[in-house]
């Protein structure tokens, strides 16, 4: 089945300990998208890639690093700077500039202790 | 300019009852405006969109209203269900534009 596989679904750290999120797509987009999912704040745009090796910051960048090597994937490390790591996060791709839908993952909650 | 506020945070309605989530929204450049549905533990997955050359647009019991003038637009869910039970989120983008802008969400509760 074609969709966006995030993993894994739950993840435990300790302070001060980088984490990556893996998101991986078989639905050939060329767009991929990081959102953090807060109650009462919406989905906010950390990073997102239009092409292989290129990305740009979202609104809420700070304390996060992403690649895209392959078309396919799209890793998210969460970085010791990032303040409030604790939350919810949703990788999404898209396809043509002319479709506007996101296709989201399952999402990845992250708990820092 | 680039926020889209999005009303009320969470919604409890009566089975069968109407459930109505309003969004605002500043660019006047906006012209793509989509509602997502995700169930808990999930992602949002879109449910019905709507682009400002029409003012109304129905699919089954899920209703967009738009309103060009007034910078607002409406999902109106007819005959709620309790399978309805969501969180509700509006978003708006630009055509081409690679970024979507999302609302706050609304936590939609439909009593049996």
Redesign the interface.
Known sequence: DGGITQSPKYLFRKEGQNVTLSCEQNLNHDAMYWYRQDPGQGLRLIYYSQIVNDFQKGDIAEGYSVSREKKESFPLTVTSAQKNPTAFYLCASRGGRASGELFFGEGSRLTVL | QQQVK?SP?SLIVQKGGISIINCAYENTAFD?F?W?QQFP??????LI?IRPDVSEKKEGRFTISFNKSAKQFSLHIMDSQPGDSATY?CAA?I??A???V????TRLTINP
Do not use: D, T
């Not at chain 2, 533990?41 to 879109?46: D, E, F, N, S, T």
């Not at chain 2, 999302?102 to 969400?105: L, N, P, R, Y």
């Open positions: 999005q945070q793509y989509p997502y533990g999930k992602g949002p997955a879109l969109a989120f983008s055509q081409g690679q970024k979507l999302f609302g706050q969400g």
